[in-house]
C-alpha cells in the first residue's frame, strides 16, 4: 500500500493527541456514576469515525449503553470487513496504587517501551487498540486506498458483560452482514515476537453469599457456639481446589478438550522465559495445575479464581464480631467446548450442597460466555498473518490466548463469520491493573499493519 508510512508520519501527532483526549473520559460502564461519561464517549467515537471517512454514522440505544455504528461501502460486490470494539473501560480502583491519574493520560518511557507508553485507563483495552481502526481506516481513505467495505460496531458495555449485544446482533444481521470480523482486543508475544491470537477462553462470573445469624453477633458472647459465615466461606472456597490444583467441581472437566503431545510442542516453541515472568510479577515462584506448564495454565486449562472477597469489620481498630454474611465473586474461565450457563449451574449445584447446617447459600450468576478457536488454514488468518510479516518482518505466531471475549462465539453464532484477533498490546500492558498503558510504538505499528490485512483479504478472496 504506497503512502501507508508517510501518511502515517505525517498525521502522528495529531493521531496521538486524538487517542489522549479519548482517553481522558472515564467511560466506566461498570459504575452508574459515569454513566454520562460513556454516553459521551459514544458520541466522541461517532464524530471520529466521521471524520475518518465513514459514510454512514450512527448512534443505537439499547437498554444500556449505546452502540456506535458506521460504515463505508465502496462496492457491494466487494468483500467486507466488520469491526468490533469498545469503548468502555474497567473502573481504575485501587486508584492510590496509580503512579498518575488513570484519566490523565501521561506518556513515559519504560524498558518494553523505550518509545514511550501512554499510562491511562483503556490506553490498552480497548481504546487504544480499537481507535487504531478508526485511524487505519481514515489512512487508506485519505490515501484513496480503501480496497474493500468496512463495518464498524462499537460497544460500550464490554466490561460489564455485554448484555445488550446480543439483542443489537440478533435484529440487525443484515445491517451486520460481512466476510470477516476483526477485533483487536487481545496482545502479542513482545514487539520483536509478533504473534496473531487464535483461541480463547469462555467466562463464567458468579457472586456468592454466605448468611448465618440473623445479625452480627458479639464474637465473645458466640464465638465457637454459631456458625460463623466468613469461617464457612473460606473453607467452602478452599474445598474448591485439591492438592494438585485441579477444580474440584463434579463435572467441571467432562468436556475439557485434551490437546495432543504435538499441539503442546508447538505451543512451547513460542519464546518465554519463565524467570522474566516471576521478576515482573515479584513472586518466588509460579503456581498452577499440576502437569501442565505456565503458558498452558493460562489459555488451554480450564480456571477457578476468587475476585474478591468480603464480610465483617475492616475498618480501622478492632471490632469483635461475627458478621451475618459473607460475600465472595468468582470467575472461571473456561476452555472450548465448555459450556458458561452449564458450568454456571454445575458451580451453583456443588457450592449450595457444600455448605454446612447452619448458614444458607446463594450464588448469584453475573455474566459468562463460550470459548473460541479460529482456524489457522482461513484466507482471513492468512492475510492477517502476511500483513503482520509485512510489518514487522517476520511471520506471527499463533497464539491461545487466557483471556475471553465472549461475543466471537456470539458472532459466529448469529452472523455465521469467523473473528480475526489482531492485537497490538503486551502482557506487561496492566490492563484491568493500576498502570495501565499501551506503547505509542505499538500503536502506530498496529495502524501501519491493518491497512495490509485489507489488501491481502481482499486480493486473497478475489
Not at 483495552?125 to 489512512?139: N, P, S, T
Not at 450464588?363 to 478457536?373: A, F
Not at 489457522?376 to 492477517?384: G, L
Request: hydrophobic share 35%.
Amino acid at each position: 500500500m504506497k503512502n501507508v508510512k508517510n501518511y502515517l508520519s505525517e498525521n502522528k501527532d495529531r493521531f496521538l493527541n486524538e487517542l489522549i483526549e479519548l482517553l481522558k473520559i472515564p467511560s466506566v460502564s461498570a459504575d452508574p456514576a459515569y454513566s454520562q461519561d460513556v454516553i459521551d464517549t459514544a458520541e466522541t467515537v461517532k464524530t471520529r469515525l466521521e471524520e475518518a471517512g465513514c459514510d454512514v454514522v450512527e448512534i443505537h440505544e439499547t437498554a444500556g449503553y449505546p452502540i456506535v455504528y458506521g460504515e463505508k461501502i465502496i462496492n457491494p460486490d466487494l468483500p467486507t470487513v466488520l469491526v468490533y470494539g469498545h469503548y468502555d473501560v474497567q473502573p481504575a480502583d485501587p486508584i492510590d496504587l496509580w503512579h498518575s491519574p488513570p484519566f490523565e493520560p501521561v506518556i513515559k518511557k519504560t524498558d518494553a517501551h523505550p518509545e514511550g507508553a501512554i499510562y491511562a485507563r483503556g490506553a490498552c483495552d480497548d481504546k487504544g487498540q480499537m481507535f487504531m481502526h478508526v485511524k487505519a481506516l481514515e489512512l487508506m481513505v485519505k490515501t484513496n486506498q480503501l480496497p474493500c467495505n468496512v463495518k464498524f460496531m462499537i460497544e460500550g458495555e464490554e466490561e460489564v458483560g455485554s448484555n445488550n449485544l446480543s439483542i443489537y446482533v440478533a435484529a440487525n444481521k443484515e445491517k451486520l452482514a460481512n466476510d470477516v470480523i476483526l477485533i483487536s482486543d487481545t496482545g502479542m508475544i513482545a514487539n520483536d515476537v509478533p504473534s496473531i491470537t487464535t483461541g480463547l477462553r469462555g467466562l463464567s462470573y458468579v457472586e456468592v453469599e454466605v448468611t448465618g445469624p440473623n445479625r452480627d453477633l458479639h464474637s465473645g458472647l458466640y464465638g465457637g457456639a454459631v456458625a460463623n459465615p466468613i469461617n464457612i466461606l473460606t473453607k467452602m472456597i478452599a474445598s474448591l481446589h485439591d492438592e494438585n490444583n485441579h477444580v474440584t467441581i463434579p463435572g467441571f472437566y467432562d468436556k475439557v478438550e485434551e490437546l495432543s503431545k504435538e499441539e503442546r510442542a508447538e505451543m512451547a516453541k513460542a519464546p518465554f522465559s519463565l524467570d522474566n515472568y516471576q521478576k515482573a510479577l515479584d513472586i518466588a515462584s509460579v503456581y498452577g495445575e499440576k502437569g501442565y506448564s505456565t503458558n498452558e495454565r493460562n489459555s488451554i486449562r480450564p480456571t477457578l479464581d476468587v475476585n474478591g472477597i468480603w464480610g465483617g469489620y475492616i475498618g480501622e481498630g478492632a471490632k469483635t464480631v461475627i458478621a451475618s454474611k459473607a460475600f465472595a465473586k468468582i470467575s472461571m474461565r473456561l476452555v472450548p467446548n465448555q459450556d458458561w450457563k452449564e458450568i454456571t449451574e454445575l458451580f451453583k449445584t456443588h457450592f449450595e450442597a457444600i455448605a454446612p447446617k447452619g448458614v444458607t447459600v446463594k450464588v448469584k450468576p453475573h455474566h459468562g460466555g463460550q470459548g473460541y478457536v479460529t482456524p489457522i488454514d482461513t484466507i482471513a488468518y492468512q492475510a492477517a498473518s502476511k500483513a503482520y510479516e509485512t510489518t514487522f518482518g517476520k511471520k506471527p505466531i499463533p497464539q491461545r490466548s487466557g483471556g475471553s471475549i465472549p461475543i466471537v462465539s456470539l458472532f459466529e453464532k448469529e452472523l455465521g463469520s469467523k473473528t480475526i484477533l489482531m492485537g497490538f498490546g503486551l502482557d506487561s500492558d496492566a490492563i484491568h491493573s493500576p498502570n495501565e498503558h499501551f506503547g505509542v510504538w505499538n500503536y502506530f505499528k498496529g495502524i501501519e499493519t491493518i491497512p495490509y490485512f485489507y489488501q491481502y483479504f481482499t486480493e486473497m478472496n478475489k
